[in-house]
């Protein structure tokens, strides 16, 4: 997973985002701008869970999100 090409394409990402986790705002979303490590912090105190748990969410998005496949066929 090449988050620099996420990060480089977020706007496209957000409702991706938004779908899975609910609770994160625009302004969240904003601060965030794409940054793996911004996503998972913000996804464990808005939901109160563990670093490791929000990780997890992460990567379990990620694949199921199919991340990989859009950015293989946007490069």
């Known amino acids: 997973m090449n988050w620099n ?6 706007k496209k990402f ?11 705002t625009d302004d969240d979303l904003d601060r965030i701008a ?3 490590d911004m996503l998972v912090g913000h996804i464990q105190e808005k939901y109160g869970i563990a670093q490791e748990e929000a ?3 992460v990567k379990d998005w990620e ?5 990989e496949d ?6």
């Open 63 to 67: 694949k199921s999100s199919k991340i």
């Open 5 to 10: 090409q996420i990060e480089g394409n977020w």
């Open 34 to 36: 794409g940054k793996r």
């Open 70 to 75: 859009w950015m293989k066929s946007n490069p």
């Open 14 to 24: 957000t409702g991706k985002v938004r779908e899975k986790w609910g609770d994160i």
């Open 55 to 57: 990780e997890n969410q």
